[in-house]
């Protein structure tokens, strides 16, 4: 009897520890959920702030960045590496031009400039730009009543002047006055009195108008220009209306730059 009642207070006494340790741990556990939880809605709330922050950054970007590429033969870019099923391209059948999923071939030709074979970029249709998240429809665009069959020269003060959505554009160069023709000099490219480019470092310009149309299905005006120089510099530029800063009617939002065949 005696022993029965020293093992009573013992017994209770370990049952009492016990439930403490289990009261215990299970508020740990609960703290260390409730503590996760906290961790995963903040962890959420910076991503979602950084992801706001991106997203306004871009807006607000200064520099805008397609990539895109023309039919050409490339030295140092590998246009297999940029390409694939998810761009579109600009192509021109008969009289029309379309806005389509691009359709390309890529093969390797000998090159004499570098004394190696080059990458060469094809369009299996009559293409003008491949082009990467383009932000339109796909069908039928409209372009410039310009012959791109023809090579189409900008040239410093002479005049590119055509037709787009009812409206005439003027496309011309201006070349900054040297008094030593032998001197490179800075070059501006004006669209309807507006500066849209600028090239420095020029000795000879005589730039290419590669494509004139509606390219980001905006309804307006769009231009891929090659500003290449008499050094076989191959520096071709994609204008958007879509991306355009107020009171100008393009912006710059990409560039190609590589070598010509010399």
Request: proline share 3%; glycine share 6%.
């Amino acid at each position: 009897m005696r022993i029965a009642l020293l093992i009573f207070p013992l017994l209770v006494f370990s049952l009492l520890f016990s439930c403490s340790d289990m009261k215990s741990a299970k508020s740990d556990q609960e703290i260390s959920v409730s503590s996760k939880d906290n961790a995963d809605s903040m962890e959420t709330d910076t991503m979602e702030s950084n992801r706001n922050h991106l997203h306004v950054s871009s807006q607000n970007s200064k520099s805008l960045n397609y990539k895109f590429l023309v039919p050409a033969h490339y030295h140092y870019i590998n246009p297999g590496r940029m390409i694939d099923s998810s761009w579109v391209e600009i192509y021109q059948k008969g009289k029309k031009f379309y806005r389509a999923k691009a359709q390309y071939t890529l093969k390797r030709r000998w090159s004499d400039y570098i004394g190696d074979t080059a990458n060469v970029l094809y369009g299996k249709r009559k293409a003008f730009l491949f082009v990467n998240h383009l932000p339109a429809k796909l069908g039928e665009i409209e372009a410039a009543n310009l012959n791109f069959d023809e090579y189409i020269t900008l040239r410093p003060n002479e005049v590119c002047s055509f037709m787009f959505g009812g409206k005439r554009y003027n496309l011309e160069i201006k070349k900054e006055k040297k008094k030593d023709d032998s001197v490179p000099f800075t070059c501006f490219t004006l669209l309807n009195g507006k500066q849209i480019a600028k090239r420095t470092k020029v000795f000879e310009a005589a730039f290419e108008l590669l494509f004139a149309g509606d390219i980001d299905g905006d309804g307006k005006l769009d231009l891929v220009i090659d500003f290449r120089s008499d050094t076989g510099e191959f520096k071709v530029v994609l204008f958007l209306s879509s991306c355009a800063l107020p009171g100008q009617p393009v912006r710059q939002v990409g560039e190609i730059d590589d070598q010509y065949d010399c």
